[in-house]
């Protein structure tokens, strides 16, 4: 098998199941190690994927599985999680959705003790198990059917659970997001719970690192003129936000919290 032809199939492995692992494409492709990871180098180099220990990931981080997510934009995820906690003031209730994001600002609360007593309602139990430890933390699991490959609750029961809630506000991550078309899903199921969570929110937070902007999926979640905070790590998106009444807040992932615009008190 030619070079391109191997490095074809990395990319169909790749696109179907969200990663890849180096030991795995080297018996399945019967090449050694070392050919793989020179094959992940050159298409890294290309803008197709991102390697990580052992292999890669996709850059399309809307159609990864979770375990997949996780490993992409770390650095990135977890700057924006500390930001946000941020805004989180003590006595409120919070509305944190399922996304790998808004899990890295769950763990950001768990550190800020300063942000006490604390409601949070979610349909995550990635999020609800990492906050369970905190008996200052009354946590409300929406219900709903259980969906294994994003890890997340969905379905009219979770809709009707969320919908209980009055909260100051909800945390949102997004599969993509556009200055014109607004947050938007590839799953409508994820949608509506989404749009369900907003709606029960005084402010709508989206958190998003860079491999979600300037792109649109196919299920809307929220226009650009409903999301009241962007959380992001790119320093340009504030003037792509300008015509709309978003405050930007734009972090750093290799140092402290960045710069604020417009930010509401």
């Known amino acids: 098998m030619f ?3 191997r490095r074809e199939q990395v990319l169909v492995r790749l696109r179907r199941e969200g990663r890849v692992e180096v030991g795995a494409l080297a018996q399945e492709l ?26 890669a990931v996709s850059l399309d981080p809307a159609r990864m599985s979770w375990s997949a997510r996780e490993h992409v934009a ?7 999680g500390a930001a946000a906690a941020q805004l989180v003031r003590p006595g ?30 979610t349909n995550s139990l990635d999020v ?14 929406t219900g709903g059917e ?30 993509a997001l556009d200055p014109e078309a607004g947050a938007t899903s590839v799953d409508a199921r994820d949608a509506a719970v989404k749009v369900a969570m907003a709606g ?4 709508v937070a989206v958190l998003a690192d860079r491999t ?3 792109t649109t999926a196919t299920h809307l979640v929220l226009p650009p003129g409903a999301i009241d905070v962007l959380v992001t790590d790119v320093g340009d998106v504030a003037e792509q936000w300008r015509e709309h009444p978003t405050a930007v807040v734009v972090v750093d992932p290799a140092g402290p919290q960045g710069t604020e615009d417009r930010l509401p008190t």
Do not use: M
């Open 212 to 214: 979600k902007l300037n």
């Open 146 to 175: 259980w969906d294994r490959h994003s890890r997340f609750l969905t379905g009219p029961a979770a809709v009707a659970g969320v919908d209980r809630y009055r909260a100051d506000w909800a945390f949102l991550g997004t599969c």
């Open 128 to 141: 609800a198990g990492t906050l369970d430890a905190d008996s200052d933390i009354t946590l409300h699991v």
């Open 74 to 80: 770390v650095g990135a995820k977890q700057a924006i």
């Open 30 to 55: 019967d090449v050694a190690e070392d050919t793989i990871r020179r094959d992940l180098r050159a298409l890294a180099a290309e803008g197709h994927l991102q390697k990580t220990h052992g292999g």
């Open 3 to 5: 070079t391109k032809e």
């Open 200 to 203: 029960s929110a005084r402010q």
């Open 92 to 121: 409120q209730t919070i509305v944190l959705d399922a996304g790998s994001t808004v899990l890295s600002l769950a763990q950001a609360l768990l550190s800020a003790r300063q942000v006490r007593p604390l409601t949070v309602v």
